[in-house]
C-alpha cells in the first residue's frame, strides 16, 4: 500500500523554526519528483518547495524563499522540508506529493502553526 505520511508540526513561536518529514512506504521516492504544499484556512493548496528525483535542483516559492530547505534522503525514502524565520503567514496545513508522470501521491498534512 503505497503512503506517504508527513510528521514535524506543531505549534512555534514567530521567528522559530521547525523541520518536517515526509515518510514514503510502498514504494521508492529515487524515482519520483517531490514536492512540498500548503494549505492556510481559506485559501487554496500552493507549492512552496520541490525537489528533482536525484536531489540535484530544489525550487522554492517566493513567500519562502530564503527561509525554507528542502532535502531528499532516498536510502531512508523520506524527505524533508527544514523551516526557519517562520511567520503568522506560514500557518497552514503542510502535505507532502510524490510525482512521476502521470502518477502523484499525496500525503494526509501536518498542522504547522505559528503564534505567540
Known amino acids: 500500500q503505497v503512503q506517504l505520511v508527513e510528521s514535524g508540526g506543531s505549534l512555534v513561536q514567530p521567528g522559530g523554526s521547525l523541520r518536517l518529514s515526509c515518510a514514503a512506504s510502498?514504494?521508492?521516492?529515487?524515482?519520483?519528483?517531490m514536492s512540498w504544499y500548503r494549505q492556510a484556512p481559506g485559501k487554496e493548496r500552493e507549492s512552496i518547495a520541490g525537489i528533482s528525483s536525484h536531489g540535484g535542483t530544489t525550487s522554492y516559492a517566493d513567500s519562502v524563499k530564503g527561509r525554507f530547505a528542502m532535502s531528499r534522503d532516498n536510502a531512508k525514502n523520506t524527505v524533508y522540508l527544514q523551516m526557519n524565520s517562520l511567520k503568522a503567514d506560514d500557518t497552514a496545513v503542510y502535505y507532502c506529493?510524490?510525482?512521476?508522470?502521470?502518477?502523484?501521491?499525496w500525503g494526509q498534512g501536518t498542522q504547522v502553526t505559528v503564534s505567540s
Open positions: 506529493k510524490a510525482r512521476s508522470g502521470t502518477i502523484e501521491w
Open positions: 510502498g514504494f521508492t521516492i529515487s524515482g519520483y519528483a
